[in-house]
Structure formats: C-alpha cells, structure tokens
Nanobody, 124 residues
Framework: QLQLVESGGGLVNPGGSLRLSCAAS????????IGWFRQAPGKEREGVSC????????NYADSVKGRFTISRDNAKNTVYLQMNTLTPEDTAIYYC?????????????????WGQGTQVSVSS
C-alpha cells in the first residue's frame, strides 16, 4: 500500500510562490507516475500536472503552464510542485495521486492512490 502525504500549502499573496511536497511511504515512489490535482470550493477536481516515473516526462494543464513546475526526487521518495506567480484562481485543496503512467489522458483517468490534500489560499 502506498501512502501519500502532501505538505507545503498555506496562505500567500497574489504573485507569490509556494512549493508543495508529496512524500510517499509504503512502496517505492519510483514505481509510479505522480499527478497533482486541485479542487476549489464548488468546482470539480482539476488535473494540474503529472510526472513520469523517471521524471523525464511532464504534463501541465494550460492554466498553470509556465507558472508551475513539477519535479521528483525518487531517492527521497518525494514529488514537488513549485508554484509561482500565484493568483486567487489557484486557491484550492491540492492533492497528489499515483498511478503506473501519466498517459495522454492523465487528467481524466483513475489513480490508484491519493493523499489527503493540502490547502493553498491566494489572497491579499
């Protein structure tokens, strides 16, 4: 069983930055692609980014492209989401999730494991 724990959320001013972490235990994180998702109040869950098992391939939603960067350190069993130039529209609970591969439909397919989420709030 893979356990995922997100951290790094918080309150930040518009234009600010945060780095989220997704720490894994139970199984080897390097055996899984990792996706980041977010869900704002009253909205559907949205796929934000996905990174392949090796880290050699990444995917981004159009809404975050150029502002967010996903990376991973398999030796530390951790995946990161660096978020820059944040806007109030980025306010949401952010979740990481694991599956075998990202694939072309990474935003819509099912994931095997999910974390509990971390709150990100962007407000002045």
């Amino acid at each position: 069983q893979l356990q995922l724990v997100e951290s790094g959320g918080g309150l930040v001013n518009p234009g600010g930055s945060l780095r989220l972490s997704c720490a894994a235990s139970g199984l080897t994180l390097g055996d899984y692609a990792i996706g980041w998702f977010r869900q704002a109040p009253g909205k559907e869950r949205e796929g934000v980014s996905c990174i392949s098992r090796s880290g050699g391939s990444t995917n981004y939603a159009d809404s975050v492209k150029g502002r967010f960067t996903i990376s991973r350190d398999n030796a530390k069993n951790t995946v990161y989401l660096q978020m820059n130039t944040l806007t109030p529209e980025d306010t949401a609970i952010y979740y990481c999730a694991a599956r075998a591969v990202c694939g072309g439909g990474w935003r819509r397919v099912s994931y095997d494991y999910w974390g509990q989420g971390t709150q990100v709030s962007v407000s002045s």
